[in-house]
C-alpha cells in the first residue's frame, strides 16, 4: 500500500470529524489574540523551534518568544503543538476551507477542540565529492509528509500525536539513516497537563517530544533530517512575569525503518537538566529586550566514541545563554563549560558561541549585517589524559555546513553575515566562513561528531574556508521555496589527508497548513 494511503488512513479518524461543517461553525465568536511576532532570523537560515500560548494574562505571563520553544512566524512552527489557532474559533476570520482543521470545536464554548495540521516537502539535494572524497556525485530526492492532531480537553488537558513519513531515492547515496528514509513513524506523541499556581503557568508533559529549550546550536529538532530528533520522556515548567523554569528527563529515541513498532526509547542514552530564563530591566543599555537562560545538563553516553574508543561518558554543560536585542543590535550569545568524565577520564571542554548582527534602518525587513564567532575546545581523542573535545549534544547540524562536514568540536569559525530583502517576500542571506581546529593533533569532526579519518595524523590548522547563500521565497504562509547553495574550499587540514573541496546546491517547496 502506498504510504501517502497508509498515512491518511492512520489519519481518516480525524480527518472525517474534520470533516463536518457543522462542528466547525457550532462556537460564537470570541476575540483572541494573535500570535507574538517571530524576532528577527540569525545568520544563515532560520533558527528552529517555536512560540507558546500563555494561559495566564499577558501582563503576568513570561514573554511568549522566550519561553523556550523557538521561533513561530507568519503563525507556524517547527513543533507544531506550539501553535496557537485559536482565533478560528471566530468562523469570520476562516479564509479558506483548510482555516477549519485548525479549530475544530467539540462543545458549544470551544473549550474542547482539536487542531489539525500537516506538512508536505520536496527537497532535491545535489552534491559533489560526497564525503569530501573524489567520486561521483550525489544526488538525493527526498520527500516529508506529516500529519499532526491537536486535542484540547478543556483548558489543563492536552494530547498531541504525529505521524510522519520519510522517503529518499538519487544516486550514490551511500549510508542511508533512518532519519533520511523511513516508511512511517510516531514522530511525536504525548500528554500535557497544565494549570496556574501562585500566579504561575505551571505545566507537564510525557511522551515523545520535540525539544528546544536551549541554545540553538545545542538542542533543536533538527528541520534539516527528514524525520525530526525526538526524545522520550518528562518535561515540567513554570513560568511567571519574569522568570521561569523548565525541568526535563529524556531518553532519545533510536529509529527502525520497519514501521511504527520498531522505534525504541534508548536505554543508552539519557538526557536531563535544567533550563531556565530570567527577563533582564529593559533599561539596560539604554533599552532592550534581552533574556539570560541559564542552564545546567547532564548527557549519558553509553557507547561515546572519541579516537580509536567507544566507551560510557558522563558530561555537564554548565551554560548561560544571552539573547535579543539592543535597539538595531540582535545577538545570540552562549558560554557553556562541559565537565564530567570518558571512560575514566575526566573531561575539560569550552564552548563560546557568539551570534549578532545589526539592522540597517527602522523597517523589521531592512537589511542585517553581522557576524557569529565560535569556539569549541578539542584535543584529547587520540592521547591520555583530559578529554578536551567539546560537543553540542543535539545541535543545529546545518549552521557550520549546509552539507554537515562541521560541528563545534575542536572548532573556530569566524563568519561576516549580511541578510537582505530584494522583493517584499524574499529574504537572502550569505556568509562567508573560516574555519580552524583548536588542536591540530585532534581531528575534524563532521555534524554528526564521527572524525574524518587520518585528520588527527596530518600538519594544518586551516579546515576550509567555506561560502554560503541562502534564498528563502514565501509564496504565503502556508507555501515557501527554498534554495541553498555552498562551495566549501577545503584547507590543508583536510587536503593533507586526501580529502577534496566541495559543491553544495539544494532547493525544496514547503507546504503546511
Do not use: C
Amino acid at each position: 500500500m502506498p504510504i501517502a494511503t497508509r498515512l491518511a488512513l492512520a489519519t481518516a479518524p480525524l480527518a472525517l470529524i474534520a470533516a463536518v461543517p457543522a462542528l466547525a461553525e457550532s462556537a460564537p465568536p470570541t476575540p483572541t489574540a494573535s500570535t507574538a511576532p517571530a524576532p528577527a532570523p540569525q545568520a544563515l537560515g532560520p533558527k528552529e523551534g517555536g512560540n507558546q500560548t500563555i494561559a495566564s494574562p499577558v501582563q503576568e505571563a513570561y514573554p511568549i518568544e522566550a519561553v523556550g520553544d523557538g521561533v513561530t512566524a507568519g503563525g507556524y512552527n517547527q513543533s507544531r503543538w506550539v501553535e496557537d489557532w485559536t482565533r478560528y474559533r471566530d468562523p469570520a476570520k476562516r479564509d479558506d476551507p483548510l482555516d477549519r482543521l485548525k479549530f475544530i470545536p467539540f462543545d458549544a464554548n470551544g473549550n474542547i477542540y482539536l487542531t489539525l495540521s500537516g506538512e508536505l516537502r520536496f527537497r532535491v539535494n545535489e552534491t559533489t565529492n560526497p564525503n569530501l572524497r573524489d567520486a561521483e556525485a550525489q544526488r538525493q530526492d527526498i520527500t516529508r509528509i506529516v500529519g499532526g492532531a491537536d486535542l484540547h480537553l478543556g483548558q489543563h488537558v492536552r494530547l498531541f500525536g504525529e505521524l510522519a513519513h520519510g522517503g529518499l531515492a538519487g544516486r550514490n547515496l551511500g549510508t542511508i539513516t533512518p532519519q533520511m528514509r523511513n516508511d512511517l513513524v510516531v514522530q511525536q506523541s504525548f500528554v500535557d497537563v497544565t494549570g496556574t499556581v501562585a500566579q504561575a503557568d505551571v505545566g507537564i508533559r510525557y511522551g515523545r517530544q520535540t525539544f528546544a529549550d536551549g541554545p540553538n546550536l545545542l538542542v533543536v529538532p533538527r528541520d534539516n533530517n527528514t524525520i525530526f530528533f525526538v526524545y522520550n520522556g518528562t518535561r515540567a515548567w513554570a513560568r511567571a512575569k519574569s522568570v521561569r523554569v523548565d525541568l526535563f528527563d529524556f531518553r532519545t529515541t533510536r529509529l527502525g525503518v520497519g514501521g511504527t513498532g520498531d522505534d525504541i526509547s534508548e536505554r543508552g542514552r539519557r538526557f536531563s537538566g535544567i533550563s531556565g530564563g530570567i527577563v533582564l530591566p529593559k533599561t539596560l543599555f539604554g533599552g532592550s529586550k534581552l533574556y539570560l537562560d541559564p542552564f545546567f545538563w547532564r548527557l549519558r553516553n553509553d557507547n561515546a566514541t572519541w579516537g580509536p574508543r567507544t566507551a560510557r561518558e558522563e558530561r555537564f554543560f554548565y551554560g548561560l545563554h544571552t539573547l535579543g536585542d539592543i535597539g538595531p543590535v540582535n545577538l545570540d550569545w552562549t558560554v557553556n563549560y562541559q565537565g564530567g568524565n570518558y571512560n575514566g577520564r575526566s573531561i575539560d571542554a569550552w564552548l563560546v558561541l557568539l551570534a549578532q548582527n545589526y539592522r540597517i534602518g527602522k523597517s523589521k525587513s531592512a537589511p542585517r549585517v553581522g557576524f557569529h564567532f565560535d569556539y569549541a575546545s578539542g584535543g584529547g581523542a587520540y592521547g591520555t589524559g583530559k578529554l578536551r573535545n567539546a560537543l553540542a549534544p543535539f545541535g543545529n547540524n546545518i549552521y557550520y555546513s549546509y552539507q554537515l562536514y562541521a560541528t563545534p568540536t575542536n572548532l573556530i569559525a569566524f563568519a561576516p553575515t549580511f541578510t537582505f530583502n530584494p522583493l517584499a517576500k524574499l529574504r537572502v542571506s550569505a556568509e562567508y566562513q573560516l574555519s580552524w581546529r583548536d588542536t591540530v593533533t585532534d581531528a575534524v569532526y563532521r555534524a554528526n561528531g564521527t572524525a574524518f579519518a587520518g585528520t588527527q595524523l596530518v600538519a594544518g590548522r586551516k579546515i576550509a574556508d567555506t561560502a554560503r547563500l541562502q534564498a528563502v521565497y514565501t509564496v504565503s504562509p502556508r507555501v515557501s521555496l527554498t534554495g541553498r547553495y555552498e562551495h566549501l574550499m577545503a584547507g590543508p587540514a583536510l587536503t593533507n589527508a586526501g580529502y577534496k573541496s566541495s559543491d553544495f546546491l539544494a532547493g525544496w517547496i514547503s507546504l503546511r497548513f
